[in-house]
């Protein structure tokens, strides 16, 4: 689990390094591997606008750019780049710069020329490509075009946050997402936790639950499978601090709508799906076993000959997705796309990781599932996609939720005595402080008497049981 420090501070404050956080995680039982700081090497880049751009006079693939570097004069810059425009904002490594390879700028002549600098690819700044567009790739990475001139480039790119590598044990798939992470810091700290905003399930227009209807037949392979819709949709790219975010946890950003589902599959645990609702037969979500001999083509262009044992989520025509692992290529959210439907379901994590193996495909969302994901929190996960949706203006929310949830979860209660917990885990801790504690985690203790409590247990805590 990749954890990003800026990600954390938006739930709770971090008084201390990312090298002390970490080592009080470890001890907690949240081993970090790794402390990585993504801009390390990277010092005196900064962002710059291209005022003119010429052709070498001597040369038949130079460029002669005259940079804006937010100083007042221009600054001469020889690129052979061909991707470079005037008015472009482009990432500057000035001279007496470094880069994170060890190379520090200076000036030099190209072909009797004086250049005064760099103008920058996105892999000269250390960022991994597969985090990119393809346009991104290659040449040089031109930046949005309000980009602040003469601004660290670490701070426009997020390359100024420290990432945590955590080895998360099986039975914590509470911690493995950012919030989960928070509360875990805010108990270690002594700090406060501050939940993200969700949008309310009211609201005026048609419901969501008038217009969708959802089936589970395979009830032991999903216990809850929920759907909210927004409409009015206009697909374009995502905020410049989402984007930072995703990549920060090595996720490629790529339209809103996918990167609003990734970050709250990253900050509270609940993988999600989104659906062009047009392209919905019946506008009827069936999640069952597959057909004996039943072919899906998943997002990623693939045909994959499936097994009964697998979960398919299925419309009145056709399989439209991989329930759990990956979406269908069918009902895909295009630029044409005008409603969509966001998915939050949980499903049997043994099932999940079974076809995983099976198919060959290990992604974001099976990884969660395999380790559970808290049911009774699901509308959490949409409400909060749908408060995001219209926070960047993608779309109008529709209220309700359309949704199948055969048998209500509860959460568990385990009878417990503070002596005896002070006995099993070899520690001399106090009654007061270990309710405290345990308070602190969410979780609900109710003193019966005299060294006797019964604690509920926080839904999302699948480690905690009474056998």
């Not at 991707?83 to 000036?107: F, R, T």
């Not at 099986?170 to 969700?198: I, Q």
Request: a negative charge; charged letters at 25%; glycine letters at 10%.
């Amino acid at each position: 689990m990749l954890a990003s420090i800026n990600w954390l501070k938006k739930y709770v404050e971090i008084p201390v390094t990312p090298e002390v956080l970490a080592d009080k995680l470890t001890r907690v039982g949240l081993e970090v591997e790794q402390v990585l700081h993504l801009g390390e090497g990277i010092e005196g880049v900064i962002t710059g606008k291209v005022v003119t751009i010429e052709r070498h006079p001597d040369s038949d693939h130079l460029w002669v750019c005259q940079m804006d570097l937010g100083k007042g004069d221009t600054v001469q810059i020889l690129t052979g780049a061909q991707n470079v425009h005037q008015g472009d904002v482009v990432p500057v490594a000035q001279v007496g710069s470094h880069l994170p390879n060890g190379m520090e700028l200076k000036p030099v002549k190209m072909r009797g020329l004086d250049s005064n600098g760099m103008l920058c690819s996105a892999g000269e700044l250390g960022i991994d490509a597969k985090l990119l567009l393809p346009e991104q790739r290659d040449g040089i990475f031109i930046l949005p075009a309000d980009t602040p001139i003469g601004a660290d480039i670490k701070a426009v790119l997020g390359l100024d946050d420290v990432v945590l590598d955590i080895d998360l044990t099986a039975n914590r798939g509470d911690c493995f997402n950012m919030l989960g992470l928070a509360r875990e810091c805010a108990a270690v700290l002594g700090t406060k936790l501050t939940l993200p905003d969700y949008a309310p399930e009211s609201g005026e227009g048609t419901p969501a639950s008038d217009r969708a209807t959802v089936d589970i037949v395979a009830t032991d392979v999903c216990s809850r499978f929920g759907l909210r819709m927004i409409e009015n949709l206009e697909i374009k790219e995502s905020p410049e601090w989402m984007q930072k975010l995703l990549r920060a946890v090595n996720i490629r950003p790529i339209n809103n709508v996918v990167d609003v589902t990734n970050y709250v599959m990253m900050e509270l645990g609940q993988p999600m799906h989104a659906y062009d609702y047009d392209k919905v037969a019946g506008h009827h979500w069936v999640v069952r076993r597959a057909h004996e001999g039943e072919h899906l083509k998943t997002l990623d262009g693939q045909d994959r000959a499936l097994s009964p044992e697998m979960i398919v989520i299925g419309d009145d025509e056709k399989g439209i997705g991989l329930g759990g692992i990956m979406g269908g290529f069918e009902t895909e959210v295009t630029g044409a796309t005008k409603t969509v439907m966001l998915e939050a379901a949980t499903f049997n994590g043994p099932t999940i990781r079974r076809t995983s193996k099976a198919l060959g495909l290990r992604s974001e969302a099976s990884q969660r599932f395999e380790r559970g994901v808290d049911t009774i929190l699901n509308h959490n996960a949409l409400n909060r996609a749908i408060y995001l949706l219209e926070e960047i203006g993608a779309g109008k929310a529709v209220p309700g939720v359309a949704e199948c949830y055969p048998v209500p979860e509860k959460p568990v209660e385990i009878k417990a005595a503070p002596t005896k917990l002070a006995a099993r885990i070899g520690c001399d801790i106090d009654a007061a402080t270990m309710k405290a504690i345990l308070e602190n985690l969410d979780f609900t203790v109710e003193e019966k008497g005299e060294d006797s409590w019964v604690v509920t247990v926080p839904t999302w805590r699948k480690d905690c049981d009474c056998s």
